[in-house]
């Protein structure tokens, strides 16, 4: 089973940006479609981007025309650029399997915290 590792998570001011990034244990080329989730205090956890291998893409309405999600199959990585970040992005955000019934084990998560 891939084992995967967020990081690039941090402080940031309202209107900033970061940039997440995901590495796979093993290849992702073979997996259809990754995603990057979160989880706010108290909400349950959510999708709010997935790419797959064709490049197509997936946004969450909250996110559109703020975050952009890629994958380097060749170094087994996804990322998430996130833009014009505001207060309510603030949550831990993951990385997984999308749009299949099995995912992988969650990973620790990278923490992102938008100050107002």
């Known amino acids: 089973q891939v084992q995967l590792v967020e990081s690039g998570g941090g402080l940031v001011q309202a209107g900033g940006s970061l940039r997440l990034s995901c590495a796979a244990s093993?290849?992702?080329?073979?997996?259809?479609?990754m995603g990057w989730y979160r989880q706010a205090p108290g909400k349950q956890r959510a999708l709010v981007a997935a790419i797959t291998n064709g490049a197509n893409t997936f946004y969450t309405d909250s996110v559109k025309g703020r975050f952009t999600i890629s994958r380097d199959n060749a170094k087994n990585t996804v990322y998430l650029q996130m833009n014009s970040l505001k207060p309510e992005d603030t949550a831990v955000y993951y990385c997984?399997?999308?749009?299949?019934?099995?995912?992988?084990?969650w990973g620790q998560g990278t923490q992102v915290t938008v100050s107002s």
């Open positions: 997984n399997i999308a749009y299949e019934s099995k995912l992988a084990s």
């Open positions: 093993r290849s992702i080329s073979s997996i259809y479609a």
